[in-house]
């Protein structure tokens, strides 16, 4: 059995993604967590029966709202006793903090919970942060963001990679409207580094790399800490009272934390097999000191030559 109903002028219609679907009725809706999923737009309709049971899709400049959250892809199909809508082509996730992209995915309506693949880009509206990765899991009630298989994210003149990361956000100002990042996790491979503002000529990074990487980040998104654990390093430039140079600094551990004020890096604090050495200031911008995994990688970053929405 299989029904097709054009819509293409019914750009108020709204579906409800069901078992249950009666062609003459317009305003239909799917509960999920108290919340109601809408169709605001799509070319066509579908509904019929698969080894798994009816579906339901919507086909076309298909966008969903579910509460503040808008999802935009070519088509949907809604399996109802999964609580899923399989998102395929060009699929948009956004709410008033974050805008991410991939080429398919997955929404399950019970948990809040999308994932994303294929080509997957992301930032926040501010600007604050970009990333990439071929995989994404956004889970709206948790409020975090979760990118696999070479994940990849600036932040300012920083970049942070790894494996896995994770980001948290937290509700900030009147009414909780708007997210910020305050909590960066980074597992496997975590490897930070940051271009030295005072330095022009040469560029060089400060850099840190560890198995697992801990990043705080204020309401204004600097970085307040950096906790590195397991197989800890860092490389990072030295200044006098005067912000002249006055060498680099490689320091290996255990466990390494590090302070900062403003943004700016002020201690640090190496616990466990504790070595390092200290480079004279002939060696600023030798490559030769770079750690081990460092490439700065800021011309894959998927939003640097644009300003408006892909």
Request: glycine letters at 8%.
């Amino acid at each position: 059995m299989r029904r097709a109903i054009s819509i293409t002028l019914l750009t108020a219609t709204i579906l409800t993604l069901q078992i249950i679907i009666q062609p003459a009725l317009i305003h239909n809706t799917l509960h999920a967590e108290k919340k109601k999923i809408i169709l605001q737009h799509a070319d066509v309709i579908e509904g019929g029966e698969s080894e798994a049971g009816s579906y339901r899709s919507v086909i076309g400049n298909v966008v969903f709202l579910h509460d503040n959250l808008t999802l935009k892809c070519d088509r949907a199909t809604s399996y109802e006793q999964e609580n899923k809508i399989v998102l395929t082509g060009n699929v948009f996730m956004t709410d008033n903090t974050v805008e991410i992209f991939g080429e398919n995915g997955v929404y399950y309506t019970d948990r809040q919970l999308g994932e994303l693949n294929g080509n997957v880009r992301g930032r926040m509206l501010d600007n604050s942060l970009v990333a990439k990765s071929k995989k994404a899991v956004v889970n709206k009630i948790t409020s975090q963001i979760w990118l696999y298989d070479e994940a990849i994210a600036w932040h300012e003149r920083q970049q942070i990679s790894g494996d896995t990361i994770l980001l948290h956000l937290k509700e900030i100002g009147a009414g909780g409207k708007r997210k910020s990042i305050d909590e960066i996790q980074v597992l496997g491979n975590a490897f930070f580094a940051a271009q030295d503002t005072l330095s022009l000529s040469p560029v060089v990074y400060d850099q840190f790399s560890a198995k697992k990487m801990i990043i705080l980040l204020n309401e204004k998104s600097k970085l307040t800490g950096i906790t590195l654990t397991t197989q800890a390093e860092s490389l990072y430039h030295l200044y006098n009272n005067e912000q002249k140079p006055s060498g680099i600094n490689y320091s290996s551990g255990d466990l390494m934390r590090m302070f900062f004020t403003a943004g700016v890096l002020k201690r640090v604090k190496v616990i466990g097999n504790v070595e390092g050495k200290q480079y004279p200031e002939s060696f600023r911008g030798d490559k030769k000191i770079n750690l081990p995994k460092f490439e700065w990688r800021e011309k894959e970053n998927p939003f640097k030559q644009q300003k408006s929405l892909p």
